[in-house]
């Protein structure tokens, strides 16, 4: 692959990184400190619908979506540095159009949605005007193996009835939140396994649709997002809200999620080198024991070791995104399975070092650590925990080096 990025990408990146320094950082603090100052958590911050006007004016708008006329043009390459700058502070992505999980089920919808689905819900996403949710985990079961989803979609007519009970069923808590796409079984006893689920679009004031309760991520509500314990029950939808039809959920999903896995490798490289930088103007302005401490052995180790670290990364990332554009996703399911576990584990551990390098401070609510701590470290489970990639990606490679037959 081309590692020179090309002249369209390098003119989105300076846009970009000059809308960023513009009006992301300097209303970074003003952001995270609205949500403990307000009466309704739950409800965007008064400043992002200015913001995002002015993203899509400036043609920063959708630039997530490849190979489909609704987006900027850009393939998964080509996004791949303009995700890891919108990585680097938390609400960023949502003021480009950017945001999970919207990313996903617009992909989904543009996909495979129907005329009349796409109509009613693509164009609103698309256009910013409500947000979205995604419902497949369950409490009762292991939700990384998405064949044990349980909440049955029966139809009745010319209707659908969901029962069932969902949870970290992300973005679902904001206000703005009209619709969740729900993953569940319409044909449980079927013999294959990968055809008992479908996907079908919920919306959020359907009756008997309930937020049982907003969950927390290491003590965060992520609001205005959040990630709440969704019941259903005897909800009621159109059968004209299945998704490419019966059977095709775990399709979908799998559609769906390689984009989505990269998605977050690419903004979390972002934002383990804000982290970087962080560690770096630390040591170079703090005295312990009578020097700097970028005078020490071990913070210069932990420096070098993490710019190496982000640097791996992102070589992989790059790569990965390059082959999906070539070959697809189903061809490149191993490489993505790889970065999904190498991109996770290596900000946490980026992110670790300069909260050490921060001591006390690095655990506060001072500095953005904490909170991005626990933002990579929750990425090792979302999306598939590390052990469901490995283990992919280790039978993969086996049968590349099956025994000789005698």
């Known amino acids: 692959m081309d590692f020179e990025h090309t002249d369209k990408v390098k003119k989105l990146m300076t846009q970009l990184d000059d809308f960023m320094e513009q009006y992301i950082y300097p209303n970074d603090d003003d952001f995270q400190d609205h949500f403990s100052n307000t009466d309704n958590i739950w409800v ?18 959708n630039l997530f979506l490849p190979h489909s006329e609704n987006g ?36 989904v919808l543009d996909r495979y949605g129907t005329e009349a689905q796409k109509q009613q819900w693509l164009e609103p996403l698309l256009n910013g005007e409500i947000r979205s949710g995604y419902a497949m985990t369950e409490p ?24 069932g009970r969902k949870w970290w069923t992300s973005g679902a808590m904001n206000e703005a939140c009209k619709l969740l796409i729900l993953m569940g079984k319409t044909d449980p006893e079927n013999s294959n396994r990968h055809t008992q689920q479908s996907m079908i679009i919920v919306p959020m004031d359907t009756p008997g649709v309930e937020i049982v309760r907003p969950l927390t991520v290491f003590g965060y509500l992520e609001a205005p997002f959040g990630h709440p314990e969704v019941s259903f029950t ?6 004209e809200n299945i998704i490419l039809g019966e059977g095709r959920g775990f399709e979908i999903a799998q559609g769906r999620l390689g984009p989505g896995r990269i998605h977050h490798c690419m903004r979390l490289i972002g934002l383990a080198k804000r982290a970087l930088e962080l560690m770096c103007i630390r040591a170079n302005n703090r005295v312990a024991f009578g020097q700097l401490l970028s005078a020490q052995g071990s913070v210069r180790e932990s420096i070098a070791m993490s710019a190496s670290e982000i640097e791996q990364a992102r070589l992989l990332t790059l790569m990965t995104a390059d082959q999906m554009d070539r070959y697809g996703n189903k061809k490149t399911a191993a490489l993505i399975s790889m970065i999904k576990v190498v991109a996770p584990r290596m900000a946490c551990q980026v992110i670790d070092r300069a909260i050490q390098i921060h001591g006390g401070a690095g655990v506060s609510g001072d500095f953005f650590l904490a909170e991005a701590y626990a933002v990579a470290r929750t990425l090792r489970l979302a999306d598939g925990p590390d052990e469901v990639h490995l283990a992919y990606t280790a039978k993969k490679i086996l049968k590349e080096h099956a025994p000789l037959k005698d």
């Open 44 to 61: 965007a911050h008064p400043m992002m619908e200015e913001l995002k006007a002015k993203a899509r004016a400036e043609g920063l708008w």
């Open 72 to 107: 900027a043009g850009l393939t998964n390459l080509e996004y791949a540095p303009l995700a890891e700058i919108m990585g680097r502070c938390f609400w960023a992505s949502e003021v480009f159009n950017c945001n999970a999980p919207d990313t996903g089920n617009m992909e």
């Open 234 to 239: 005897d909800v009621r939808v159109p059968k």
């Open 140 to 163: 009762a079961v292991a939700s990384s193996d998405a064949t044990n989803i349980e909440t049955p979609i029966q139809l009745d007519g010319d209707e659908y009835v969901i029962n």
